[in-house]
């Protein structure tokens, strides 16, 4: 069983230009979330999504920053006119359910560097 | 969700069982205690969660004081690549926002050949 998958695992991007990081969850996992860790922070809860739902985007910064995960393919987090404060690794968990104990288990990672 | 305390970093050998502990004593009765462990450059890895009985998996064994004030995370026989951040969390039933996890800033456990 596959676990959570990430790609790229490496992404380097000018100021200014777009970021797309993917997420496939875990097989039979329909909720998704993405987290992100600053240099030398730890991990802070950016959205929480369903299929073709956003549930929870509370930790996303208002602007320039949106997230999807549509009914057939990957999640996706979507970084416009990306800043140096962008650099940063973003992680996506899954997890089968939601609202009850349900584990989420965690992708290894994007590494954003913005030049 | 109810704040935890961590020691910054421990020390253990390899071979050695490592006993991580975790203070916890603002966490309500339907709140769950959960360990992940992030190794360099990796995503958080899940070891386990309880919510009062003493629970063990093929990963580590996971010790809650009978008050649920403090817990231990136990690593049998760490290995040199049981080296990592280990979080301790709190985590709500149900309800609310409890499917955002509180990452805080854990304890570096580095095992020594």
């Known amino acids: 069983n596959a676990g959570v998958m990430q790609n790229p695992r490496h992404l380097v991007r000018r100021r200014g230009q777009e970021a797309r990081l993917r997420c496939s969850p875990m097989k039979g996992h329909s909720h998704v979330y993405w987290y992100r860790q600053l240099p030398e922070e730890g991990l802070k809860f950016m959205v929480y999504?369903?299929?073709?739902?956003?549930?929870?985007e509370s930790g996303m910064p208002k602007e320039r920053f949106s997230a999807e995960f549509p009914k057939e393919g990957p999640s996706i987090l979507r970084i416009q006119q990306v800043v140096r404060g962008d650099s940063a690794a973003y992680f996506c968990a899954s997890s089968g359910l939601a609202g009850i104990t349900d584990t989420q288990y965690f992708g290894p990672g994007t590494r954003l560097t913005v030049l | 969700d109810a704040k935890t305390t961590q020691p910054t970093s421990m020390d253990c050998a390899e071979g050695r069982a490592a006993n991580l502990p975790c203070n916890h004593s603002t966490i309500s009765g339907n709140e769950y205690v959960y360990w992940y462990r992030q190794i360099h450059s990796q995503g958080p890895q899940y070891i386990i969660h309880g919510l009062k009985n003493n629970e063990t998996n093929e990963m580590a064994s996971l010790i809650i004081t009978e008050d649920r004030k403090s817990s231990t995370l136990i690593l049998p026989h760490a290995t040199l690549r049981d080296t990592a951040v280990y979080y301790c969390i709190v985590r709500v039933a149900s309800g609310g926002s409890n499917y955002k996890l509180t990452f805080g800033k854990g304890t570096l456990l580095t095992v020594n050949p």
């Open positions: 999504l369903q299929k073709e739902n956003i549930i929870d």
